[in-house]
T-cell receptor
């Protein structure tokens, strides 16, 4: 059983389109995250939710909107996609807000053409 | 100054060598220290984590944390071609995680 699963793994879409990436974790964790990884492998936090509440909202264009229907799910919706949005997006989860460890999904490779 | 600094490499070693990967950091509030392995087209996979200072061993992998020097290391003994990947260090304070940029490692058969 995959602990943190996200879909789709690959997504190619045109500029201006709207797309969503879904994420689910079966670890029973309270906190979920969205990270963006650039071409140099740097992981940049985008959002974090704890028990469905937004706790971290980094400087991200408001075209990106997270949604957490319950603590096991955190989806990412992107409006009006731009070329610069092409990247790998990772969903992750951790046990709580006290640090500890973080577990990642397999990633979603987004290409905007 | 970045919170976490990691030499990006690339690092290339012969099979069987001992590999040393390192990170330095600036925030003395960090309490948890982690190492991740990331294969191409895959997500980061948690290898080891330690709390505060000290050593932790797991098979061929040893993680060391020196909080006085703000320096962490990952040692890989008897390196194998299957160890070829990017290794990321990470550390946490509260609900925030901070990552190094990763070191690319190639183990040559």
């Amino acid at each position: 059983d995959t602990a943190v699963s996200q879909t789709p793994k690959y997504l190619v879409t045109q500029m201006g389109n709207d797309k969503s990436i879904k994420c689910e974790q079966n670890l029973g964790h309270d906190t979920m995250y969205w990270y963006k990884q650039d071409s140099k492998k740097f992981l940049k936090i985008m959002f974090s939710y704890n028990n469905k509440e937004l706790i971290i909202n980094e400087t991200v264009p408001n075209r990106f909107s997270p949604k957490s229907p319950d603590k096991a799910h955190l989806n990412l919706h992107i409006n009006s996609l731009e070329l610069g949005d092409s990247a790998v997006y990772f969903c992750a989860s951790s046990p709580g807000t006290g640090g500890n460890t973080i577990y990642f999904g397999e990633g979603s490779w987004l290409t905007v053409v | 100054q970045k919170e976490v600094e990691q030499d990006p490499g690339p690092l290339s070693v012969p099979e069987g060598a001992i590999v040393s990967l390192n990170c330095t950091y600036s925030n003395s509030a960090f309490q948890y220290f982690m190492w991740y392995r990331q294969y191409s087209r895959k997500g980061p996979e948690l290898l080891m984590y330690t709390y505060s200072s000290g050593n932790k061993e797991d098979g061929r992998f040893t993680a060391q944390v020196d909080k006085s020097s703000k320096y962490i290391s990952l040692f890989i003994r008897d390196s194998q071609p299957s160890d070829s990947a990017t290794y990321l260090c990470a550390m946490s304070a509260g609900n925030q995680f901070y990552f190094g940029t990763g070191t690319s490692l190639t183990v040559i058969p």
